[in-house]
């Protein structure tokens, strides 16, 4: 039994949200939608930390691999599996549903059994995401995590709902467009749509650059870089509260994975051709995205921005071409998700009390809330890399790792570590401190026993990284090296 486990492991923690949501839809009262789902999602989470604790920390290739034929005509399969890269990513995944479920648990008040069966719909399809071994099979579920996430912004969004809906729609199949392109050119050139044989093929000078530009851009959309971050910010601000820690949280992860498992290992020389361009964008939007941060006046619109910037991090290590680079790309995608993750929901703890987000409607939340304050503050520092919080480690390790290639990048880069905490540390002294501002400030109650159960798991990770990394490092140690190793075979 346990070895019949372990063989179907992967596919079994894809196929529980899909099982889930068959299961949902048989049920009809609101205590048995919300105790199902959190109860499928945790099952997942357990399922992924059971897949870390039996994955080999020396094997740099796939692990957990399933493969099974699917449409032989056409060489696709059904091909999963999961390096030291993927896994960390995976235990993303499976970590913030749960807690979105929790964050959910009142202010879901229309449609309830159909949000909660998105929200297993989009754990599902990002799954696959990254595992999929399989180039067409990822991108079928790259397009159907657009489906839920639009639907979450234009049936539970805010005002301006339809407009940011048709936005990140728009965004996203142009995105799509460009990989369908790049994956098709693959694999007429290769004649396979396996991955690991994709990077391992020889492409024709004039093909490599076309098929390397469209797949880098519909990976750049959807991380989102600049200039292709618009859709971000009115996405979030009208997005319910699950559907930002989603966003935020893994789908833009989506276009960090690509890069790593695509552009680099198949096109290792077109990589190092376009890598001062990606490097100068990347401190660009460090610093762009930081100084629109600090001009917001709404909460999700801060934490939307400070997005970008944290993006233009993870482009900036992965483009660094080694070892600390690329590893704390990883580790700053993973620890962003859990941070910023954490500041929707808290921006959902207070939208549903005052019905605002505007930052000039709170003060001296610090009387009235001190345990909301309190994980408040802890994220908010957390967010511009305090050391000791998770976000330090990325950070400095992607610092580290564009110095071999040129300092001034590190001295840009920490500009934006700068404006991160001056935006953080200043919405922290509005909201926190002073007196309230409007009779629904005032009359504010702190967040309960649920509210907190919905974020302390993620303070736990935050402070757990941030003084012992070493696990997730150890994990992701020889899938990086290897990554390295054929990239320099580019130079």
Request: aromatic share 12%; glycine share 8%; hydrophobic share 55%.
């Amino acid at each position: 039994m346990s070895s019949l486990l372990t063989d179907h492991l992967l596919s079994l923690i894809i196929a529980v949200p899909f099982i889930g949501m068959v299961v949902l839809a048989f049920l009809s009262e609101r205590k048995w939608v919300l105790s199902v789902t959190l109860a499928i999602t945790l099952i997942n989470a357990a399922l992924a930390f059971y897949l870390w604790s039996q994955f080999s920390l020396v094997e740099s290739g796939m692990q957990f691999v399933e493969r099974m034929e699917w449409m032989p005509t056409f060489g696709i399969e059904y091909a999963v599996g999961v390096d030291g890269i993927s896994l960390l990513l995976v235990l993303l995944t499976t970590i913030l549903p749960p807690l979105c479920v929790l964050g959910s648990w009142e202010s879901i008040t229309s449609r309830l059994k159909a949000f909660m069966m998105l929200i297993l719909l989009v754990e599902g399809a990002m799954l696959v995401v990254f595992t999929a071994l399989d180039a067409f099979l990822f991108f079928m579920m790259w397009e159907v995590t657009m489906v839920p996430m639009y639907f979450m912004i234009v049936l539970w969004g805010g005002p301006n709902r339809i407009a940011a809906g048709l936005k990140y729609v728009l965004y996203s199949l142009a995105g799509s467009l460009l990989l369908l392109v790049g994956i098709l050119a693959l694999s007429l050139q290769a004649g396979t749509f396996d991955i690991q044989s994709l990077a391992g093929f020889t492409y024709s000078e004039n093909s490599e650059f076309w098929i390397f530009l469209a797949l880098f851009l519909g990976f750049a959309i959807k991380l989102p870089m600049l200039p292709f971050h618009t859709w971000l910010p009115d996405a979030h601000s009208e997005a319910p509260t699950a559907g930002s820690v989603l966003l935020a949280g893994v789908l833009l992860k989506m276009g960090g994975y690509g890069l790593i498992r695509f552009c680099l290992p198949i096109f290792p020389e077109m990589a190092h051709a376009f890598a001062p361009t990606v490097l100068w964008l990347s401190v660009i939007g460090i610093l762009y995205g930081g100084y629109m941060a600090l001009a917001q006046t709404d909460l999700k619109r801060l934490v939307a921005y400070s997005s970008v910037s944290h993006m233009g991090f993870v482009t900036l290590g992965i483009f660094s071409f080694n070892n600390e680079g690329i590893e704390g790309a990883t580790l700053q995608m993973v620890t962003h998700g859990v941070t910023t993750g954490a500041m929707f929901l808290l921006v959902g703890h207070l939208y549903d009390r005052t019905h605002s987000r505007e930052i000039a409607d709170y003060g001296g939340l610090q009387q009235r809330m001190p345990r909301f304050v309190a994980i408040l503050s802890l994220f908010a520092v957390a967010s511009f890399g305090l050391p000791t919080t998770s976000n330090f480690i990325g950070e400095f390790l992607i610092l580290v790792g564009v110095s071999y290639e040129n300092f001034i990048f590190v001295v840009l880069a920490m500009g934006g570590i700068v404006l991160g905490a001056a935006y953080m540390l200043w919405m922290l002294q509005r909201v926190a401190f002073g007196e309230a501002r409007t009779d629904a400030a005032r009359k504010i109650t702190d967040i309960n026993a649920r509210e907190m159960l919905a974020v302390i798991p993620l303070a736990i990770v935050v402070i757990g990284i941030g003084i012992y990394p070493g696990p997730l490092l150890e994990t992701m140690d020889a899938s990086v090296t290897f990554v390295v190793e054929r990239l320099a075979m580019g130079q």
